[in-house]
């Protein structure tokens, strides 16, 4: 089992930047994909971009490459969320989720069996 706590969410003013902290817990996460999606006003919950635990590497949904970045503090278990240049259309509640490694790309929510309990972002205009 893998307890995720996301936190760092709030009100900022569109261009500015925000960071979100995951930690994790219980399980350790050597062999995990640590996910972030997002659930804009009325939509679905869609995928941001994720990191692969061992080694690092990381991936992106288009709408985001070149603003978010995932990075992560080994000796802390958390993996954190940069986001910067926020757009209005970037409101929404995020959410961090986690689980082994299933595939090399995993961007689907039923990929991820461990979930935090989201934070909500809202980027005003």
């Known amino acids: 089992q893998v307890q995720l706590l996301d936190s760092g969410g709030g009100l ?3 261009g500015g930047s ?11 996460i050597d062999s995990h ?10 939509k679905d919950r869609e995928f941001v971009g994720a990191m692969r635990w061992s080694g690092g590497s990381t991936y992106y949904a288009e709408s985001v490459k070149g603003r978010f ?4 503090d080994s000796a802390k278990n958390t993996v954190y969320l940069q986001m910067n240049s926020l757009k209005p259309e970037d409101t929404g509640v995020y959410y961090c989720a986690a689980n082994r490694m299933t595939s090399w790309l995993m961007t ?7 979930w935090g ?3 909500q972002v809202t980027v005003s205009s």
């Open 117 to 119: 309990q989201g934070t």
């Open 69 to 72: 970045t995932i990075s992560r």
């Open 33 to 42: 994909a640590m996910g972030w999606f997002r659930q804009g006003p009325g």
């Open 12 to 14: 900022v003013q569109a």
């Open 18 to 28: 925000l960071r979100l902290p995951c930690a994790a817990s219980g399980s350790p």
């Open 108 to 114: 689907s929510r039923s990929e991820y069996t461990y």
